[in-house]
């Protein structure tokens, strides 16, 4: 930065004005913490002053609303919290700050990250900057939606079943599901604790490994957080395909609803890795239905629990004039509580309740065992697993809500990713003939981001794409860390 | 197996939540399309497959027997609907009605 005239508080100038200006036709925030973004830019401009390492220096971000950061409410879409204030800011948040983001606001989400499209939000659905009849995928969809449309240079959404790749591939942003317990999850309110995991979406892979670079690592206020030694996840970025061994999934590819052009265009990244000196196979995982079935069991099970928190008498919303303690937590909870929360903690209730605990919960853990043993299979022999990460390209505003079978399988392809706890990335792969971005998922094995992000920037070479949604056309990304990067 | 609107009640009781009688019969209906969505899980023979209970090799976490800070109470306090000094106000406990604890 300091080779520019950019500055971490121009840049968050320009990424304010413009969230002013599109805000209205994405609804991609819950809140713009514009006082506390241009406090935390002067104070990076500061640091860079001093000549201290600031790696991520200006970067603005958006962070999904059920990551805490002091200073702003963490209400996650939901009534119940509206009025929540951060006490604590989470580790990848302080992170992200601590090497040189600025947050500039919180984005929208479905309600406690329960869905696919963003529009079970209290406050309202996002748009897709791509056409804004559709939705932005979900549940981290604020966070796509604002880095598509050039609002922040990157986000962190949180992916249980999806939640960040889906969004991505909706929006042709490039988003990754770290390896679980690669980064902590400490001041992100959990969803299915299991299955939670934070990352990022940017517009370009090496933005998307700088990010994980800051937010990574060990962290003892998380348990589930793993000890590693700190890697450079840029490190292996442009070495190439070479060498790499690359499996199609193609049992996947014969899934009923799966677009055909999202089919081919997953079989032509075969063809592009193959060109560019991959070891390209096939191979079979038998158990994507097994799994898909095993996680709507698993995440609402936790989910009825993590959630049972919010009762009232802490903190969120309190029913007025309660005649006791049961109709306080009874009122406060049916009343703060969304359509969409209230049918994954009741589902979550009845398949952990006795007599019907074996049949669904425990043999949903034991089928999650089957679906990682898959993974472990190919892993044995491959580094990278291609498929796609949605069956179709954005659908429209209101199109599944009413649809819990439709909407619960555009997490088809993502699920058992987060049931084995690999790690996956969605790439844009190009544009639909109807103009709509389509996303790659390539999985890697526990802890293989490096290789993960090498694959996809092969390819992200290889497409040339350039995000430049429709609806966000006076696109100037001031980022000042990433010159030569398609402006988007 | 599909459940009635009245098992769907008790088991949303169960979490501490009440819907009224065109929600409950909505919710009924979602959740019987995803029990059938479901059900084969059931059905899978899974003899001698071990649990899976989370995706890491992490077994025991414990840190250091030590005192720690943890949140002052200004903070724990600052969300809540209503306190008094260090202690969450409720109103009374036990009603005598069913579920009252």
Redesign the interface.
């Known amino acids: 930065m300091a080779e520019t005239n950019v500055t971490a508080r121009t840049n968050t100038e320009a990424a304010l004005a413009r969230i002013a200006a599109i805000e209205p036709k994405i609804n991609a925030f819950t809140q713009v913490t514009e006082e506390l973004a241009l406090n935390i830019a002067d104070s990076v401009d500061e640091r860079v002053a001093r000549g201290e390492d600031v790696p991520l220096a200006g970067m603005t971000v958006g962070l999904k609303d059920n990551l805490n950061l002091v200073g702003t409410r963490t209400t996650c879409a939901s009534r119940i919290l509206e009025n929540y204030e951060s006490i604590y800011t989470a580790t990848a948040v302080e992170r992200l700050i601590e090497a040189g983001a600025v947050p500039v606001g919180k984005c929208n989400m479905d309600e406690f990250a329960f869905g696919s499209s963003t529009e079970t939000s209290v406050y309202g659905p996002t748009h897709n900057p791509w056409d804004t009849e559709r939705v932005p995928g979900g549940s981290s969809g604020g966070s796509a939606a604002a880095v598509a449309a050039g609002m922040v240079d990157a986000a962190l959404g949180s992916d249980t079943g999806g939640s960040i790749r889906q969004p991505g591939a909706f929006t042709g942003t490039v988003a990754l599901k770290p390896t679980y317990g690669r980064v902590s999850r400490y001041g992100c309110a959990a969803f299915a604790s299991s299955l939670d995991q934070v990352g990022p979406l940017a517009r370009t892979v090496e933005d998307t490994a700088r990010v994980l670079n800051a937010i990574a690592g060990h962290d003892a206020r998380d348990a589930t957080s793993v000890p590693r030694e700190a890697e450079d996840f840029t490190a292996e970025l442009g070495r190439g395909a070479e060498g790499l061994r690359v499996a199609v999934a193609v049992d996947w590819l014969a899934a009923e609803g799966l677009d055909p052009e999202v089919k081919a265009g997953v079989l032509a990244a075969a063809e592009a890795l193959a060109s560019a000196g991959a070891e390209v196979g096939e191979v079979t995982l038998p158990n994507i239905w097994n799994g898909h079935s095993a996680y709507y069991i698993i995440a609402p099970a936790e989910a009825s629990s993590n959630l049972a928190r919010l009762d009232g008498v802490r903190y969120g919303v309190r029913a007025t004039n309660p005649e006791d303690v049961l109709d306080l937590y009874v009122r406060s909870r049916s009343e703060g509580f969304g359509p969409e929360t209230i049918r994954r903690i009741v589902l979550g209730t009845y398949v952990l309740s006795a007599g019907h605990y074996d049949s669904y919960y425990g043999q949903a853990q034991k089928a999650r065992t089957i679906v990682a043993d898959d993974f472990a299979q190919v892993f044995a022999g491959y580094d990278i697993i291609l498929t796609p990460t949605a069956p179709t390209p954005a659908f429209k505003l209101d199109e599944k809500i009413d649809d819990v079978i439709a909407m619960c399988s555009n997490d088809i392809f993502t699920v058992p990713v987060n049931l084995a706890g690999n790690t996956a990335l969605s790439l844009p792969m190009g544009l639909s003939t109807g103009g709509l971005p389509m996303g790659l998922q390539l999985i890697a094995n526990h802890f293989d981001e490096r290789t993960l992000l090498r694959t996809a920037a092969v390819l992200e070479d290889h497409y040339g794409f350039v995000c430049t949604p429709a609806h966000a056309s006076a696109h100037a990304s001031a980022h000042p860390v990433t010159e030569g990067a398609p402006a988007c | 197996m599909s459940?009635t609107q009245k098992e769907?009640a008790h088991?949303?009781?169960?979490?501490?939540?009440?819907?009224d009688e065109a929600?409950t019969a909505?919710?009924t209906e979602?959740?019987n399309?995803?029990l059938v969505?479901?059900k084969?899980?059931?059905e899978?023979d899974?003899d001698g497959?071990?649990?899976?209970?989370?995706?890491?090799a992490?077994v025991n976490?414990t840190?250091s027997d030590e005192r720690r800070d943890s949140?002052p109470p200004n903070?724990?306090f600052?969300?809540?609907?209503?306190h008094e000094g260090n202690a969450?106000l409720?109103?009374?406990?036990?009603?005598g009605?069913e579920?009252?604890?």
């Open positions: 459940l769907v088991y949303a009781f169960l979490a501490r939540i009440e819907l929600a909505a919710l979602d959740i399309a995803l969505h479901l084969h899980i059931g899978l899974l497959v071990e649990p899976m209970t989370h995706a890491t992490l976490v840190r949140l903070l724990v600052k969300n809540a609907p209503a969450f409720v109103p009374r406990i036990g009603s009605t579920g009252g604890a």
